[in-house]
């Protein structure tokens, strides 16, 4: 008999997400009609959990109840609202030999800037278990303690560019996916790559692409043009500034940071944004590139 700290990958019986694939099953889904639920993505390092938390703080700030769940092993999704590294979902199962009717909201859930409600998912031992597992129990204790059943918005703050089953599986949850990218070769790679994965599942679950968020880049050209060809959309644009970079080494958001002409049109675009998403989020019918032709296609000069 298999432990219940065991990570068992088994093929999705019920639902197919294409040829050869085996992904993690999944009981828990959230309930669409009461929360928009957002998967983030993008290259590692292209500042997916800087975007999630000033969007997270944004939506808070037009008055929703914000839960933010972040995915990435390195549990870091959420420091700017906490101002800590809080404990993950994974960490409190252990401590409780995985007995989860043990476990308290307040043991894996913190409350951070402005009442987003932050939980860090964590992820098993490196090389030991699927990511996909730890996803699925997240939801599950967020529904067992009620705190999906009134709340406004999720968003997933997911891991870099992996697109395989385990870290591919908040796309089972969300109703739109946004991908974040700078205005480069490597990111509108792994962009691309990202892309025909959400359209993979798409052909099984509700998930959609929500549209393309430029950040750390002065100009969105070749974002732009890539979005043509493909079919996609940009929803918005961060610039490169140092006020960002500052406000990740003050653990802060950018909404908590004293106020300047240049950081109050950061704070407009990102209200802009969740206002865009939560009342008129648009879904685009993406045809991604083959990794051989985008390569070409990338020819900057």
Do not use: W
């Amino acid at each position: 008999m298999n432990s219940p700290n065991q990570f068992i990958p088994v093929k999705d019986v019920g639902r197919g997400d294409g040829e050869g694939s085996v992904q993690v099953h999944l009981d828990e889904q959230i309930d669409a009609a009461k929360a928009k639920v957002f998967a983030v993505y993008g290259k590692g390092g292209i500042g997916k959990s800087t975007t999630s938390s000033n969007l997270s703080v944004a939506f808070s700030k037009l008055g929703k109840r914000v839960i933010q769940i972040g995915c990435d092993p390195k549990h870091d999704s959420t420091f700017t609202l906490t101002k800590s590294l809080i404990p993950t979902v994974i960490d409190v199962l252990e401590s409780v030999e995985f007995h989860a009717e043990e476990l308290q909201t307040e043991d894996y859930v913190q409350i951070g800037y402005n009442g987003v409600m932050c939980v860090e998912a964590g992820g098993p031992p490196a090389g030991t278990g699927c990511g996909g597992y730890v996803v699925g129990q997240t939801v599950k204790l967020l529904k067992q303690h009620h705190l999906l059943d009134d709340a406004d918005v999720v968003i997933f703050d997911v891991l870099g560019d992996v697109v395989c089953g385990g870290f591919a599986s908040p796309l089972q949850h969300a109703e739109r996916a946004l991908v974040v990218t700078a205005n480069d070769f490597d990111s509108i790679f792994a962009m691309n790559r990202i892309a025909a994965a959400i359209e993979a599942k798409s052909k099984n679950y509700g998930v959609r692409l929500g549209g393309v968020i430029a950040n750390r880049s002065a100009e969105t050209d070749e974002i732009d043009r890539f979005n043509a060809e493909v079919g996609l959309g940009r929803v918005a644009h961060f610039k490169d500034l140092d006020v960002i970079r500052r406000s990740r080494l003050k653990k802060s958001t950018l909404f908590e940071l004293p106020e300047t002409p240049e950081l109050k049109a950061v704070q407009d675009e990102y209200l802009q944004l969740a206002e865009g998403l939560y009342y008129g989020s648009k879904s685009y019918d993406v045809k991604p590139m083959k990794d051989r032709d985008l390569f070409d296609f990338l020819g900057f000069d």
